[in-house]
C-alpha cells in the first residue's frame, strides 16, 4: 500500500501525540487491496485516509507492547459513513501490530450481527474452510468453541509458541452472551494477551439505564448488559475499548466517573461521495417531502395519496436508472411506526398498488390512468435533473420491467418479517419494517424513504438513526426523495446543526483528555439529546430567544474593575459611532435632552470580535451566569457556522456614563430603564425605555455601566463602576443549549 508521506507526516505530529505509531503491515495491505478491487466507490488516496485514521485510533489505545494496562476512546462518523470500514481496518492493524484477541461487540439484533459478520469477514479475507493466522468464534461459550478458544488464547502466554494466532471474538451485545464471554475468558490468565475490544452502536444497550437514578439517589444500581461490559473488561488487564457510533450523545453524556466513559474522542472523515443531513435538509429543499399528519391516523382504511406519489417516484426514477443499462439494485422503505400493525397496513396497501399496477399496464383500459400517476413521479424527480426527462411512454418498457420484477419484503419481528432475503434475488425493492429499519441496517441504494412515522419520544440521537437515506449516494442523490410528516422534518433540519456543532466540538477536542471538556450541545426545543435514564451528568438546558443578561455581575468588585478594563478596550476598538435616535427616528423616542445620557449605536460588528473582545473575556461571579454566557457562546459559533453575514449591533447605553441600580431583595438588579412615562401612546413618550434599542431581525447587545447600592434608601455605592451586558437574540436565530453545570 502506498503510505504517502503526509499522511506519516500527519500521524508524527498529532497534538496531542499519539502513544505509539502503529505500523502498516500485511494484514491492512492486505485490506486496502482488496477493497480497491472490490469496492469501486473508493480511491487510493481515500484508503490511504481510512488507513491513517484507523492508525490513529489505535495509537490513541495501549501499546501492545508496553505493560498491562486499559484504556477507553470513542470514535464518531456520520450515519453510514463508513463506521465498518474503519473498525475493520482498525482490526486488521490490530493483527499486524501484536494484538492477540480482537473482540466485535456487534449490536443487539440477529439480523444486524449476521450484517455486520458476514461483511467483516470478506473484509478480512477470513474463510470458514481455510486455516489462516485469524481463528474466529461467534457467541463462545464453556460449551460453544470454549476450550478452542482458551488453547488459542493460552498460547500468547509463552513465547516458545512462535505461530500465534489472532482471535477475533464476535458477541451479541446481550446479557447472556456476555456472561458466557466473562466466564470463559475469566478462567484464562489473560496479562499478556493485548487486547482490543471493538463496541459497534456503542450508545446503544450497553449504558447504564440507571445512571440518572444514581445521581440523584447517590445509589450505584447497574442495569444487566452495563454491569457485564464492566465484567468483561475486568478480567481482560490488558486491553483497550473502543466505542462506534454515529450518535455519541448517550457515551459523551455519562457521568466522568463511569467505567464506560471515554478518555479520548476521534473521527472519521466521510469519503468523497457521502451525501448527509446538510445536503438533504435545507429551506425549501426539493429532496424533502411532506405528508399530511392524517396519514397516521390508526384505523385509517383508504391509502394516502403520497404513499401512491412516493411509489410513482421510486418507479419512474427506478425505470429510468433501468434505461442506463445499469445493474445496480435500487430499494424503496416504507417505516411507518415502531408496531407491526401499521406496518401490515403498509403492507397491505403497497402490495395492493404494485398489483394493481402489474396488471393494469397489461389492460388498454387502465394504463393510460396509471401512467398518469407514474407521470406524476417523473414531475416530482425533474426537480432534481437538469436534463429533461423522457415521458413515462418513452420508457414504457423500463416502467414494465421494473413493476414486474419488483420484490416487496417485510422486515419486523413477524415471522415473515424476521427471515433473511438475499438481495441478488431482486433489481428492485421495497421494504416496510419499523425499528429493524432503524440502526445500523443497511438499505441498499435506497432512494425513496416513505416515512409517515411521528417524531416519538424526541430523542436526537434516536431522530438521527432513523436516517437510513444518508450515505454514499452522490452518484444517485437526484433520485432520492424523503417523505416525513412536518414535525420529523423540522427536527431533522434541527439535527443538523446539533451534529455539526458536536463534530466541530469534538475535532478541537479530538485527543485530549475528556474529562476535561465541557459538555455543551445545541438542540431545538423539541428535542432531547438521548435518553434520560443513561444521563449520569447534571444538566442545565438554556433557552436563548428574545432578550437576555446576567444576573450576579456585581458581587464582585475586582471582577468589576477587570470587567470595565474589558469593555473600554472593546468600545475603544469599534468603528464610528452613530446616535441611534438621529439615525432611526423613525425606530427611537428619546426627548430627554441630556446630551451625557445619548446612547451610541455601532452597527454590523462581526461575531467571533464579539465572543473574542468581549464575551471571552468578561469575569462572571455565580455559575448560573456562567452557564449563560457559555451557552451564548455556542449559540452565536452556531449562527457564524451557518451564516458567516450574521453581525451584532452594538448599543452602548448612556454612552457608557454610570447610572444607579439598587439590588432587590434576591441581591440581583433590573438593568433595563423604562419607559417614561409608562404609556404606550407613543405621542407622549419622552423616553422609550432602553428595552426598545434593539432590531428585532438582528443580533443586538447593550453595554451599561452602573452603580451598585444595597438599595433604593443607600447613599454610598458598593461598586461605582461595573459594567453590564444585555443580548437580544431574534426569533430566526432562536437556540437551546444543553450544558454541564459542573463542567
Same mark, same amino acid.
Given at each position: ?31 486496502v ?12 488516496? #481515500? ?5 491513517t ?14 505493560? *498491562? ?8 462518523g ?16 490490530? =493483527? ?19 450484517? %455486520? ?18 481463528? %474466529? ?31 477475533l ?18 478462567k484464562?490468565?489473560l ?28 445509589l ?19 486491553? *483497550? ?5 454515529? %450518535? ?24 468523497? +461521495? ?9 429551506e425549501?429543499?426539493? &429532496? ?6 392524517? %396519514?397516521?391516523? +390508526? ?20 425505470? &429510468? =436508472? ?8 435500487? *430499494? ?53 435533473f ?17 413493476v ?20 441478488? #434475488? ?7 419494517? +419499523? ?17 409517515p412515522?411521528?417524531? +416519538? ?20 442523490k437526484?433520485?432520492?426523495?424523503i ?51 443513561v ?14 443578561h ?48 445619548? =446612547? ?20 462572571? =461571579? ?14 452565536? *459559533?452556531?449562527?457564524?457556522s ?66 451598585? &447600592? ?34
Amino acid at each position: 500500500m502506498i503510505d504517502p508521506p503526509d499522511f506519516v507526516r500527519e500521524l508524527e505530529e498529532k497534538t496531542p501525540p499519539l502513544l505509539w505509531i502503529p505500523v502498516v503491515g500485511e494484514k491492512i495491505n492486505n485490506f486496502v487491496a482488496d477493497q480497491l478491487k472490490n469496492n469501486e466507490e473508493l480511491t487510493e488516496e #481515500q484508503l490511504g485516509r481510512v488507513v491513517t485514521e484507523a492508525r490513529t485510533i489505535l495509537g490513541r489505545c495501549v501499546d501492545p507492547k508496553s505493560s *498491562s494496562s486499559t484504556s477507553t476512546g470513542l470514535v464518531v462518523g456520520r450515519v453510514q459513513s463508513g463506521k465498518t470500514l474503519s473498525f475493520t481496518s482498525v482490526a486488521a492493524l490490530a =493483527h499486524d501490530n501484536g494484538f492477540g484477541l480482537i473482540i466485535i461487540i456487534a449490536g443487539t439484533k440477529n439480523n444486524l450481527i449476521n450484517q %455486520t459478520l458476514e461483511r467483516l469477514f470478506f473484509d478480512l479475507n477470513i474463510k470458514h474452510d481455510e486455516v489462516t493466522d485469524w481463528v %474466529t468464534f461467534s457467541n463462545p461459550s464453556e460449551q460453544n468453541n470454549g476450550n478452542s478458544l482458551k488453547k488459542h488464547l493460552s498460547a500468547w502466554d509463552y513465547d516458545y509458541f512462535v505461530k500465534k494466532r489472532v482471535c477475533l471474538v464476535t458477541v451479541l451485545k446481550n446479557s447472556t452472551r456476555l456472561k458466557n464471554l466473562c466466564e470463559l475468558l475469566g478462567k484464562i490468565d489473560l496479562q499478556k494477551v493485548p487486547t482490543l475490544i471493538i463496541d459497534d452502536e456503542a450508545d446503544q444497550a450497553g449504558l447504564n439505564n440507571f445512571s440518572a437514578k444514581n445521581r440523584l439517589s447517590k445509589l450505584d444500581q447497574k442495569s444487566s448488559n452495563y454491569s457485564w461490559l464492566l465484567e468483561l473488561r475486568k478480567v481482560l488487564p490488558f486491553h *483497550s475499548y473502543v466505542q462506534y457510533t454515529a %450518535t455519541p450523545q448517550a457515551n459523551l453524556l455519562i457521568s466522568i466517573s463511569d467505567k464506560l466513559s471515554p478518555e479520548f474522542a476521534e473521527l472519521i472523515t466521510p469519503g468523497d +461521495g457521502y451525501v448527509g443531513g446538510k445536503d438533504f435538509f435545507y429551506e425549501n429543499s426539493e &429532496y424533502i417531502k411532506i405528508i399530511p399528519p392524517a %396519514t397516521n391516523i +390508526g384505523g385509517k382504511q383508504t391509502m394516502p395519496k403520497s404513499l401512491v406519489e412516493a411509489f410513482s417516484v421510486f418507479i419512474y426514477g427506478s425505470a &429510468y =436508472h433501468e434505461q442506463s443499462g445499469s445493474n445496480s439494485i435500487r *430499494s424503496m422503505m416504507i417505516h411507518p411506526a415502531q408496531n407491526t400493525g401499521p406496518q401490515k397496513q403498509y403492507l397491505s396497501w403497497i402490495e395492493d398498488l404494485l398489483h394493481e399496477w402489474s396488471n393494469g399496464l397489461l389492460d388498454l383500459t387502465r394504463k393510460e390512468k396509471i401512467l398518469e400517476i407514474i407521470s406524476g413521479g417523473r414531475n416530482v424527480l425533474q426537480e432534481t435533473f437538469e436534463e429533461e426527462l423522457p415521458n413515462v411512454h418513452e420508457i414504457f418498457q423500463s416502467i414494465l420491467n421494473v413493476v414486474h420484477f419488483l420484490k416487496i419484503q417485510e422486515v419486523n419481528a413477524t415471522p415473515t418479517g424476521r427471515a433473511d432475503f438475499n438481495w441478488g #434475488q431482486a433489481k428492485y425493492w421495497v421494504l416496510v419494517g +419499523g425499528a429493524k429499519l432503524d440502526r445500523g441496517f443497511t438499505v441498499k441504494n435506497l432512494t425513496v424513504t416513505y416515512m409517515p412515522r411521528p417524531l +416519538g419520544d424526541g430523542n436526537a440521537d434516536s431522530v438521527q438513526q432513523r436516517a437510513r437515506f444518508l450515505g454514499y449516494k452522490a452518484k444517485y442523490k437526484k433520485y432520492c426523495r424523503i417523505y416525513v410528516e412536518r414535525p420529523v422534518k423540522n427536527a431533522f433540519d434541527n439535527y443538523v446543526l446539533h451534529e455539526e456543532e458536536i463534530h466541530r466540538a469534538l475535532v478541537e477536542e479530538r485527543g485530549y483528555p475528556l474529562a476535561n471538556w465541557r459538555r455543551k450541545f445545541l438542540l431545538d426545543a423539541a428535542l432531547n439529546p438521548t435518553r434520560s435514564s443513561v444521563i449520569g451528568l447534571d444538566l442545565s438546558r438554556v433557552d436563548l430567544d428574545g432578550w437576555g443578561h446576567p444576573n450576579d455581575l456585581a458581587i464582585n468588585e475586582d471582577k468589576s474593575i477587570s470587567n470595565y478594563h474589558t469593555v473600554f478596550e472593546f468600545i475603544s476598538a469599534l468603528p464610528p459611532k452613530l446616535d441611534p435616535v438621529e439615525t432611526y427616528p423613525e425606530m427611537f423616542i428619546d426627548k430627554r435632552g441630556l446630551l451625557s445620557d445619548k =446612547h451610541w449605536l455601532f452597527e454590523n460588528i462581526p461575531i467571533n470580535f464579539v465572543k473574542s473582545k468581549l464575551l471571552e473575556k468578561m469575569q462572571f =461571579h455565580s455559575s448560573d451566569d456562567d452557564l449563560l454566557i457559555q451557552s451564548l457562546l455556542a449559540q452565536l *459559533s452556531r449562527i457564524e457556522s451557518v451564516n458567516k453575514n450574521e453581525m451584532f449591533d452594538i448599543f452602548v447605553m448612556r454612552g457608557l456614563k454610570s447610572t444607579r441600580r439598587s439590588y432587590s431583595d434576591k441581591k440581583r438588579i433590573q438593568p433595563f430603564q423604562g419607559k417614561s412615562p409608562n404609556t404606550n401612546d407613543l405621542t407622549k413618550l419622552i423616553y422609550g425605555g432602553d428595552k426598545s434599542f434593539f432590531f428585532a431581525e438582528r443580533l443586538c447587545l447593550q453595554i451599561h455601566l452602573f452603580e451598585i &447600592y444595597e438599595n433604593k434608601n443607600s447613599q454610598t455605592p458598593l461598586i461605582d463602576k461595573c459594567p453590564w451586558i444585555c443580548f437580544y437574540i431574534p426569533n430566526s436565530l432562536r437556540g437551546s443549549v444543553l450544558i454541564d453545570k459542573n463542567g
